[in-house]
Each structure stands twice: as C-alpha cells, then as structure tokens.
Antibody, heavy 126, light 108 residues
Framework: EVHLVESGGGLVKPGGSLRLSCVAS????????MSWVRQTPEKGLEWVGH??????????DYAEFVKGRFTISRDDSKNTLYLQMNSLKNEDTAVYYC?????????????????WGQGTLVTVSS | DIQMTQSPSSLSVAVGDRVTITCRAS??????LNWYQQKPGKAPQVLIY???SLRSGVPSRFSGSGSGTGFTLTISSLQPEDVATYYC??????????FGQGTRLEIK
C-alpha cells in the first residue's frame, strides 16, 4: 500500500529554519514527481513546490512566495523527501503536506495529487 | 496565477438531496480540473480528474462536468459520509497549480 508520512513540524520564531521530512512506503520516491502543499484557514490549499522524478531530471520548481527561502531535496537511500524552510515568516504558518503527482495522460497538466500524507503543522511565531 | 473561485462557500443539504458545487477559472483551463474531498482532520482525496472522470473507487453518485472556465461537481443523492469540504484544482498552469477556496458541505 502506498503511504506517505510527514514529520518535522513545530514552533519556530520568525527568521528561523525548519526541515520537514516525508517518508514514503509502498513505492520508490525517486520514481515519482512529488509536491509539497500547505493549508491554512485563511488561504486554503497552496502549492509550495515539487521535485521531478530522477528519470525526469530530479529538478525542482517553487511557488513565487517561497523562492529563495525553501528547498526541496530527496534522500533515495531513505526513500524520503525533504522541505528545508529558511527565513520563515509568520505567514508560513500552515499544515504542510507532501503528495505524489499521479499522471493520468501524457500531457504536462494531466495529473492529480494522490496520495497525501497526514500533514505536519508548522507554526511561525515569536 | 490562475484564480479558481468556488461557490457557494458553504451549504447545508438534506440527506438524499442533490448537491451542486461550482468552480470558475479566471481563464480557460481546458479540462485540466480536479475535484478533491477533505474530511475533518484528514488530507484531501481526489474524486474527479480531467473535469469529468471518476477516480476508481469513488461512488458513482459523484460526477463532474464542464470545460474552459466553468465546472461543476454534483452529488446526486447526499449521504451522511459526504460531509466534507470540497476543492477544485487546476493543473493547466503546471507547475503553478492553484486550488479553489473550498466549499463546506453539511447535513441539514
């Protein structure tokens, strides 16, 4: 069974750093396109960034509001995806989810997010 | 960014009644539209993909329609287990995908 488990959330001061982990089971992470998505009551669901599969170059893309501050990486030996968050702001407070981008056709936009992990709460506050 | 606007933001419907949720895109997105269900305390789960295709295992009372800028999620006969928040998502502008703000569905 395909399963994702996030961890690493917590309370951090503005300007601080935090690293989230997403451990995958039931599939090989390096073979998948993986996204981070965050959720707040105010802004709802926001795509944060993704990492392409190893076969597709393993490159990353980010939402404008995290560019230069957040970095996605992967440890294939641990089947784990990471989200390194630096220079955190109050508005980064959210539940962060990792998810697999599942393709249903060959066109670039043909995908859904499934499965998702259970999420990990990040609170940025002084 | 492509803006996705859902309506209504919340609704209360009796068991057995029909539910219609609308999602409008700020520009044409073809059929690159997914619908998700999120139950309290859980992560979202995909119900409909490519605007009209039912994900395997999803009850047939769920259906999707539309293309271009206007889309609809319909529940033909509301069941108690359908209480959740529903989100649309566009993947046209990949990788900068966006979600609607959500529609909260309750039982009347």
């Amino acid at each position: 069974e395909v399963h994702l488990v996030e961890s690493g959330g917590g309370l951090v001061k503005p300007g601080g750093s935090l690293r989230l982990s997403c451990v995958a089971s039931g599939f090989t992470l390096s073979g998948a396109w993986m996204s981070w998505v965050r959720q707040t009551p105010e802004k709802g669901l926001e795509w944060v960034g993704h990492m392409k599969s190893k076969a597709d170059g393993g490159t990353t893309d980010y939402a404008e509001f995290v560019k230069g501050r957040f970095t996605i990486s992967r440890d294939d030996s641990k089947n784990t995806l990471y989200l390194q968050m630096n220079s955190l702001k109050n508005e980064d407070t959210a539940v962060y989810y990792c998810s697999t981008e599942g393709k249903y056709c060959s066109s670039p936009g043909c995908y859904w997010f499934d499965p998702w992990g259970q999420g990990t709460l990040v609170t940025v506050s002084s | 960014d492509i803006q996705m606007t859902q309506s209504p933001s919340s609704l209360s419907v009796a068991v057995g009644d029909r539910v219609t949720i609308t999602c409008r895109a700020s520009q044409s997105i073809g059929s690159y539209l997914n619908w998700y269900q999120q139950k309290p305390g859980k992560a979202p789960q995909v119900l409909i993909y490519a605007a009209t295709s039912l994900r395997s295992g999803v009850p047939s009372r769920f259906s999707g329609s539309g293309s271009g800028t206007g889309f609809t999620l319909t529940i033909s006969s509301l069941q108690p287990e359908d209480v959740a928040t529903y989100y649309c998502q566009q993947t046209y502008s990949t990788p900068s995908i966006t979600f609607g703000q959500g529609t909260r569905l309750e039982i009347k």
